[in-house]
């Protein structure tokens, strides 16, 4: 019998994350702090138009772009959030989840051959999309000495005649790396300069801590050349919803809708519903999700450093990536002689691309009682080596 499997997904590797937390599933007593998911529960008022539009058997397909009231919503919120004014009828497109809008932009855009730059360590969906949209992913490896955030001259060296796209994705996942304004200006310039187009995940967006989220897309002439993918996930702890959107020019939306369109035909008709709800009301309970973060995120910056791990005091999303360098092994061995050891389970940094290899992410979307007994464990295991 022939082999079936094309050779394109044969050589795309599974996630680096999932494989720990199988383990964990299995293991008694074992904390995990890998998952970037919310501890919180979806806000009553969310869940609850999710029921009623249960309850008044909305249970249709929406149009393939989403819910009208939605879009509408959705670039409501990109004017009073970010200054981006959208057609929402035209420029706006519901996904499944902001890793669909990731999926099908690098679907519509790329021809093959084309270079995508991917600033690492990253979101471990980029690549992967990328090779199966025939496209060749480029990592620009950024570094913990700028505060793992990219430069304009990184950028401009790594440019070819093949370049066509550059992520950016900030608030970064591992990281907790931001851009500011000041660090997107000089950037944009470049984009600019080489009519590269952006496609900007601002997935953690609404989870900064010490000054406000910038999109790259609001800087001047930036709006056409930048794809916006946002979501519901994180910022309303809505992950089991699968609800994303994404914003930009109309020509490249249409041509998403269409993918979209063929793949899924429309985003679940409930959480669209309710992701009207949580964009309409949804600002006060996104600000005490994100105190309570930084309160951790203190709190777990302040104790790693304490056992003397070498941590980087991350700015944005639920995420720290401390340096375990100093312990003379590698992220995965380091990762997996933790969980062996002391039953709490990190993600290696090397899930996020060769660039992570030396760091662990810990993500403290987690109550502070699994926090402190987590890193007590933690605190015994690297005591331990000394």
């Known amino acids: 019998m022939r082999n079936f499997i094309s050779e394109k997904c044969k050589n795309i590797k599974p996630s680096g994350i999932r494989k720990f937390f199988d383990v964990v599933n299995d293991m008694p007593d ?49 004017e009073r959030r970010c200054g981006l004014r959208y057609d929402p009828m035209k420029q706006v497109l519901v996904t499944v989840g902001g890793s669909e809008g990731i999926d099908i932009a690098l679907r519509a855009m790329l021809n093959p051959g084309d270079e995508v730059l991917i600033p690492e360590p990253c979101y471990v969906s980029y690549l992967p999309c990328t090779q199966l949209a025939d496209g060749v992913a480029v990592p620009l490896r950024l570094l913990e000495e700028h505060e793992f955030r990219l430069t304009a001259e990184q950028l401009e060296a790594a440019i070819t005649p093949r ?35 952006v496609i900007s995940d601002e997935i ?17 002439g930036m709006q056409e050349r930048t794809l916006v993918i946002n979501g519901f996930s994180k910022a309303y702890a809505m992950t089991g919803w699968r609800l994303g ?23 679940p008709t409930t959480s669209q519903y309710a992701a ?49 360098k100093r312990y003379g092994m590698s992220s995965e061995e380091f990762a997996s002689r933790l969980l062996q050891e002391e039953k ?42 000394g």
């Not at 529960?41 to 149009?63: H, N, Q, V």
């Not at 996942?173 to 984009?191: C, F, H, Y």
């Not at 709800?277 to 006060?284: C, L, P």
Request: charged letters at 25%.
């Open 30 to 78: 074992a904390i995990s702090l890998g998952v970037g998911e919310p501890d919180f529960d979806t806000p009553w008022f969310i869940r609850d138009e999710g029921i009623y539009s249960l309850e008044k058997g909305r249970t249709f397909y929406t149009s393939n772009a989403g819910l009208k009231e939605l879009r509408e919503e959705i670039a409501n919120y990109l």
């Open 204 to 220: 953690y967006s609404e989870l900064t801590y010490d000054e406000p989220h910038v999109s790259i897309a609001s800087l001047p």
């Open 344 to 385: 709490v389970a990190v993600v290696p940094g090397t899930a996020f691309g060769d660039s992570g290899e030396g760091f662990i992410r810990i993500s403290y979307a987690y109550s502070l009682k699994n926090l402190k007994e987590a890193l007590g464990r933690v605190q015994n295991f690297v005591e331990r080596l």
């Open 245 to 267: 959107y994404a914003a930009g020019p109309e020509d490249l939306i249409s041509e998403m809708t269409k993918i979209h369109q063929f793949a899924i035909m429309c985003a």
């Open 276 to 324: 009207v709800q949580a964009m309409r009301s949804g600002d006060e309970e996104v600000a005490k999700m994100r105190e309570s973060y930084n309160q951790r995120r203190r709190f777990v910056v302040h104790t790693l450093r304490e056992m003397g791990m070498d941590c980087f005091e991350p700015l944005g999303a639920f995420y720290v990536f401390p340096s375990i």
């Open 163 to 197: 370049t066509k796209i550059l992520v950016m994705p900030f608030p970064n996942n591992p990281t907790g790396a931001i851009m500011s304004r000041k660090d997107l200006e000089p950037v944009a310039e470049v984009v600019k300069a080489h009519d590269l187009f």
